[in-house]
């Protein structure tokens, strides 16, 4: 289990949700750049990113949109990383994590394209529910052993009652939770924030015990001992900030464009 474990809440569209978040221990922010419930305009973005604090990731989240606009929008925002959550090729993918500090390239949970994400120049993995961002919990078995676990995000379906199994179940690197956490499409809930970074970070602890040979009965009874973990990243912050802040490269060249996308389009709905 990797010492610094990452929450991710995406699907943010508002200023007020993000100070929560990250008043909450959020290590990561992300904002959807796709038609969704949860879309948010690039300005509406660009202006909350500017108000969180330099250690925080901003994640911006793209889907089937040209590889020119996507490096524009990351290096004009200023987010920390670029999310790729729809059919980019791997062409596409390695010409933006050319021009820009981090990518996070999202699958379903199965998709034989996760065999090959080396060739997709990708920092992290993201797997995802068989209908990608619909709220939906996937059979988390499907994602076990597919990457070293140290670069792998969980999401889909994740809520402050399962995350902590899912992170026993998979020892990922981070979660990422949107719909999860809503009052209703686009507004966080205090209350479900904080249960799920209680639970996400209890959990991370004791996977990490527990990969230590100490015995731990449950990511539910850890809650207990990591209580005062929230509103902390734990230190986790500053390495993630630091993993991204690789060089960006001026904007250049055009983007492969000659490779086969994926099958089904993505439902943008829920994560």
């Not at 524009?72 to 920390?80: K, Q, W």
């Not at 529910?129 to 076990?144: H, I, K, T, Y």
């Not at 809520?159 to 979660?175: Q, S, W, Y």
């Not at 209890?202 to 990490?208: C, E, K, L």
Request: hydrophobic fraction near 40%.
């Amino acid at each position: 289990m990797h010492e610094d474990f990452l929450v991710k809440i995406c699907g943010v569209t508002n200023e007020p949700d993000a100070l929560l978040a990250v008043g909450l221990g959020a290590d990561a922010i992300g904002f959807i750049l796709a038609p969704s419930p949860r879309q948010i305009a690039v300005s509406t973005a660009a202006d909350i990113v500017k108000r969180l604090p330099h250690d925080v990731l901003t994640v911006g989240v793209f889907r089937d949109e040209s590889p020119q606009r996507v490096v524009e929008i990351a290096n004009t925002v200023g987010f920390g990383a670029v999310q790729l959550h729809g059919h980019e090729t791997a062409g596409q993918s390695r010409w933006i994590r050319e021009r820009v500090a981090c990518t996070i390239r999202a699958f379903a949970a199965g998709d034989p394209l996760i065999a090959r994400l080396a060739d997709f120049g990708a920092d992290y993995l993201l797997v995802d529910g068989q209908s990608p961002g619909s709220g939906q919990v996937f059979d988390w078995r499907l994602a076990e052993g597919v990457v070293d676990a140290g670069r792998m995000f969980v999401s889909g379906g994740l809520t402050p009652e399962n995350v902590g199994d899912a992170i026993m179940a998979l020892r990922p690197r981070g979660v990422d939770v949107s719909s999860g956490v809503e009052a209703a499409p686009g507004k966080k809930d205090p209350q479900k924030l904080r249960a799920f970074i209680r639970s996400a970070r209890a959990a991370a602890r004791a996977a990490r015990m527990a990969s230590q040979g100490v015995e731990v009965a449950s990511s539910t009874a850890a809650q207990d001992m990591d209580a005062g973990d929230v509103g902390g990243s734990g230190g986790s912050r500053s390495t993630w900030h630091e993993t991204t802040r690789r060089g960006r490269r001026d904007e250049r060249g055009d983007p492969a464009r000659s490779e086969e996308h994926g099958d089904a389009p993505y439902d943008w709905m829920e994560r």
